[in-house]
Structure formats: structure tokens, C-alpha cells
């Protein structure tokens, strides 16, 4: 039999990660992360912080997109699992379940304007995405797909073949045909792909994370919201990074003032403890699950515990309170690393709309060098895998002044150390 027992020593424990990972799992991976300095095996996580194995601390501004928003092993969603456990399993997806029945019914509440009410539960966003897009599809009779040339949204087959193509391309699975690009931001571009009046959907990332969180310009997403209905397309919201309140709104969009057709949000409803995503829809998009019950089946989407967990998650996530900190901190930390950067003008720009941030550097390719610089401080955060010159910044929706304080100093200390030629060197490409 196996030997399921943990390792004795942080050093064996970290051996074993690396050399299995390494062997079976993501050779590449292993290796990028090593050359870039940032050899990370996980061991204890609580709230904002990690720990490596062997016992250092990381602040954690990467929060895996969203999905640790309300902290690592959050105590409160931990009892919740734990309390579901003694009633449920995963749950047969033909029939009704009031776990998945009563998430839908929230998430039906606090859809943009309330009008998003057919869900789909998945076990990921990529297959949410897969989801909102073929119901694009089916709704209009119409195959195109719009979306932004630096937009990710996720690894399976319609979802990886929209946005950026090159890693659908890498396995000729990228499907130019149907699959449309334009760049972020340009209405003119927009209005020109539109005029086709062949396109399906337009699906937005709607301030994009790998591209470094650039916001859009003023008046951009109504003005594309009013080209779509003139041209009889769906829009579709992923909101899988800036959903969930972490624009100090439920959902980014409507804080730019837009009601889309269909949503997709994951990471942060899982809680960072049960796999759920989910693809709300409007009513033209929705239609289809009126004659057609079996249009999507997912063994795993919606599972009842992870219908319990995704409900408790989607509750705090929501709060007033939680919104009202989403914003107030992302004005804090907008308002202290401004400071910092007018003493270290290599940092050039802090983007920020609620705690969906990007710090900004002069060097096209700073960030490379700047993840490891923190990494060295205690603060695990990316770059942006679209562009380096970004770190992606992405506190917890709960966190605090004081931990801000501290990160902030870390920001610093790290930038001197960049600075004084102290600081870690980094070559790769990224991911997100
Ligand atoms: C904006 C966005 N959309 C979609 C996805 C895909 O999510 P998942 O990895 O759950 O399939 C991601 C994942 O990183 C994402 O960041």
C-alpha cells in the first residue's frame, strides 16, 4: 500500500512536491518558476497569508484571481462545508436539489439589474464560458465571437479559443473562422467587427487580468453595449476576476453602468474550497433550458456541497460591509503606493478600481523583475502574462489598513532593493 503519510521535514516535504511536479505534472512549470526565483511549495494558509514548507511567510496578492477573496480556509466557510458534509454529496444533476436551487436563486438576485435569472453551475469558468457562448449561439443563429485580443478566458475549447489565441494555437485548437479579435478599449475597432451582423456575442474580460488590469476608456462599455443591440449581438460579462465585488460592486459592469446578456463568474464562489463556476443568463440567452433539459450536463457542475459552500461565499462576499472595504481599500492602497511611487519613479502608473489593481512600471519588462523582488520582501503577487510591465495586485476583499501598511512598506522595500541592484533577476514568460 501507498504511504499516505505527510513527510517528516519541511525540506522532504518540498523534495517530494518539486521532483513529483516536476516528473508528472508541469515540468515547464516547475522549472519557470524556478529560474524566476519563485519556488513556492505551500504549506500553511490562513486568511491573507501563505507559508512556504519550511515556514515563510507570504502576504498573498495573487489569491489565485479571487478565489481566496474572502481568505484562505475562511472559518466561517470551512463550517459551512463541514455542516453540509453531514447531509450531502456531490448530488445527481437530473434532479432538483434545493442547494443548487437556492445558489441559483441568489445569484438570480444579484444579477446585473436582476435580469440574469437562468443559471448553469459548472465545475469551472472555462466551461461556464464554453456555456454563456454556446447559448450566444443558439440564441441568435449566428456562430462569430467577438472578444479582446489581450482577454483570457480560461483553457477549454470555446473558452480557449477566444481572446488571445496563442496557447489554443500551440494546440491547433484556436478556431480563427469563428473566433474574432479586437484590441481592448477601441470602439471604432468594435463597431467595425459588429457590422458584420454575423456575430454571435461579444464577450468582454471586462478589465483584463492578464493583460495587467487596465481600466477602460470613459463611456466604453455603454457605447458597446448600444453597438450590440443595434447589430443583434449578446454581450457577455467574465467577470470571473472582477466580479464578486472586487470592484467594490457586486459585478464590474454595472459599475460602468451595463446590463449584459449573460455572466460568468467562478473563483471566489467556490469560497477556495469547493470547485463551482456558473453562467448566468438573460432571457434570450436562457431560452434554450425551456426545451431543451439536457442542452448541458455536468457530473460535477453544481454539486450540492459546492452549491452550499458557493451560496455562503456569494453572501459575504456581497455584504454592504464587504463592498463598502472593497472600496475604501482600494483608495488606501491607490493612496499609499502613489506615494511610494513618486520616490521610485520606475513604478509609473497604480490602476486601480476597487481591489482590482495593477502597479505599472517604466521598464516594458519590470514586473519580471519586480515579482521576485517581492517574493524576496514576503509578498507572493504576478505579473501580468500579457504584459510584463504590470504587476497584477490583488488584495483580499477583507483585508485591512493595517495590512495594507505592511504590504505597502514590502512595495518599498522591494523597489530599493530593485533599485540598488539587490533585487532578484527574472526571464520567463507568465501565466496568471
Ligand atoms: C478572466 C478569466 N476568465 C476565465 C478563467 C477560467 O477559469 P477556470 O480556470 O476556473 O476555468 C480565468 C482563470 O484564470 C480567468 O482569469
Known sequence: MADYTPPASASAAKARALVGSHRHLMPNRVETFEQLGLSLVIGRREGYRLWDVDGRELLDFHLNGGTFNLGHRNPDLIATLVGALDHYDIGNHHFPSAPRAELAADLARVSPGGLLDRVVLTPSASEAIDV????????????????????????????????????????LSDLPDEFVTVPYGDLDAADAALARDDIAAFLVEVIPATAGF???????????????????????????QTGLGRTGDVWAIEGFGVVPDALVT???????????????????????????????????????????????????STTPAALANARHMGTYFRTGLEAVAERHP????????????????????????????LFEQGVWAMFA????????????????????????????RALVALESGSGATARPRGSR
Request: glycine fraction near 14%; aromatic fraction near 8%.
Open 132 to 171: 454563456a457562448i454556446k447559448s450566444a449561439r443558439r440564441a441568435t443563429g449566428r456562430r462569430r465571437i467577438v472578444a479582446f485580443d489581450c482577454a483570457y478566458h480560461g483553457r477549454s475549447g470555446l473558452s480557449g479559443a477566444a481572446g488571445n489565441p496563442r496557447d489554443a494555437a500551440a494546440f
Open 346 to 373: 520606475g513604478l509609473v502608473e497604480v490602476r486601480e478600481r476597487g481591489l482590482v489593481m495593477g502597479l505599472r512600471f517604466a521598464d516594458p519588462r519590470g514586473a519580471l523583475r519586480m515579482a521576485p523582488a
Open 266 to 316: 467562478g473563483k471566489g464562489l467556490s469560497g477556495g474550497l469547493y470547485p463551482v463556476a456558473a453562467a448566468l443568463l438573460g432571457a434570450r440567452a436562457g431560452a434554450w433550458l425551456d426545451t431543451d433539459g439536457w442542452g448541458y450536463v455536468s457530473t460535477f457542475g453544481g454539486s450540492e456541497l459546492g452549491s452550499v459552500v458557493a451560496r455562503r461565499a456569494l453572501e459575504l
Open 385 to 412: 502574462g500579457f504584459d510584463p510591465s504590470v504587476i497584477q495586485w490583488k488584495p483580499g476583499l477583507l483585508v485591512d489598513e493595517a495590512y495594507a501598511d505592511d504590504a505597502i512598506a514590502r512595495v518599498e
Open 214 to 240: 487596465a481600466l477602460p476608456p470613459a463611456g466604453y462599455y455603454p457605447e458597446l453595449r448600444r453597438l450590440c443591440d443595434e447589430h443583434g449581438t449578446l454581450l457577455i460579462a467574465d467577470e470571473v
